[in-house]
């Protein structure tokens, strides 16, 4: 359903131009909810942009539905009204002068769709965000978290092929941005559109994508399932900006199998997830939560003796700082039964928990 190949998007500035997109390709499929995830600044508006029309890249090739909107070779541009899109913008803007159903109807209005077609198409639209009941009400009347509803009803009323949704929740608070988030997830399920997300939360990409593409510098650094990232990042920088990560230099031993056997300043470490193709210097990725806490001397295979350095309660967990070999390991439990600080432990990484990442912190 859209296709992004390769494309290069510069700015203008004072000191010579800035890459801000750097080669970027992403293929989403009919009815996925793909999302762009990623820092400040690393490029994710500006592809959305360039996908709607609003920038031109330097080079590269967009298809939307099977049709060329932009190519560099073929010097194809499609104007911004004859892409097959709707789009919410990053500060979503809803018209204060005109009632709740006039702002979804105006860019029908501007599309040509009037009469009893166009109002079945604004109830509707109101109707799956949950606003019908405000049809009539005057747009200042609402609340941040309608006035946002209200925008993405005037994308959806459109009926487009392709929805661009740049950052949508950004501007509520916390609790209203769960919330919406929640409708979001539900909206999709009931709308099955094919969506291009922006946002730079995690919680919001893992959550509601099909799959993400994590970005940095103008370039996609890995792109996959939620799952995908979060268990089996193929790099550091995924491992580290997508939940929290113990990074651990390693060298590679040797395969058994399916496992490979690392050195590491912790002590051995057997591997059953990552890079099987690893050799020399190497990453080993632990998640907190995915180390455990086991009776000192047990002996068991990747279970390391250390001392408790500090535990921290934080409500639903225990945060605990383990020392192994004068290196400090995070961990993250459940268990309501506190270890206290000095006290000898032994930790235990469970392999397919243990994510083997071939790249060095030096190089990365
Ligand atoms: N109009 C512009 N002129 C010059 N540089 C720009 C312009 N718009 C964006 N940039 C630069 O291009 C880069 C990418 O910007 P972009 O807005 O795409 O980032 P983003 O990932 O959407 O960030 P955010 O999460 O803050 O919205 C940044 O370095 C930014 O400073
Ligand atoms: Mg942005």
């Not at 159903?101 to 079945?120: D, I, Y």
């Not at 990725?285 to 002996?299: D, F, K, N, Q």
Request: charged fraction near 20%; hydrophobic fraction near 45%.
């Amino acid at each position: 359903m859209l296709e992004i190949d390769g494309i290069s998007v510069e700015y203008r500035a004072d000191a010579g131009p800035v890459r801000a997109v750097d080669g970027v390709s992403v293929a989403v499929a009919k009815g996925e909810f793909f999302t762009l995830l990623g820092p400040s600044g690393c490029g994710k508006t500006t592809t959305l942009r360039s996908v709607a029309g609003f920038e031109t890249p330097i080079a590269g090739r967009i298809a939307i539905a099977g049709r060329v909107v932009y190519s560099a070779e073929r010097r194809i541009a499609v104007p911004v009204h004859k892409r097959d899109i709707a789009m919410v913008f990053q500060s979503y803007a809803i018209w204060p002068h005109m009632s709740v159903a006039e702002n979804v109807a105006f860019p029908l209005a501007a599309a040509g769709v009037r009469g009893q077609e166009a109002r079945g198409r604004v109830a509707r639209a109101l109707e799956l965000v949950g606003l019908g009941a405000l049809i009539d009400r005057p747009a200042t009347q609402l609340s941040g978290g309608q006035q946002q509803r209200v925008a993405l009803a005037r994308a959806i009323a459109k009926d487009a092929s392709l929805l661009l949704l740049d950052e949508p929740l950004s501007n509520l608070d916390a609790q209203l941005r769960e919330q919406m988030r929640g409708e979001l997830a539900a909206l999709r399920a009931r709308l099955g559109a094919t969506t291009l997300y922006v946002t730079h939360d995690q919680e919001e990409a893992l959550s509601l994508s099909d799959r993400v593409a994590l970005m940095r510098d103008g370039r996609v650094v890995e792109c996959g399932t939620p799952q995908d990232l979060y268990y089996r990042p193929k790099r550091l920088f995924t491992a580290q900006f997508i939940g929290r990560a113990e990074i651990v230099p390693c060298t590679v031993a040797r395969r058994d199998g399916r496992t490979t056997l690392l050195e590491t300043p912790l002590g051995p470490i057997a591997s059953a997830c990552g890079a099987a193709g690893a050799a020399g210097a190497a990453s080993l990725m632990i998640r907190p939560e995915h180390l455990t806490i086991v009776p000192a001397g047990s002996g068991a295979p990747n279970t390391l003796p250390g001392t408790v350095a500090s535990a921290v309660f934080l409500g639903r967990l225990f945060e605990y700082e383990i020392d192994i070999g004068g290196r400090r390991l995070k961990l993250q439990t459940l268990s309501a039964q506190p270890h206290a600080p000095g006290a000898r432990v032994a930790v235990h990484a469970p392999p397919e928990r243990c994510v083997l990442i071939d790249e060095t912190t030096e190089r990365h």
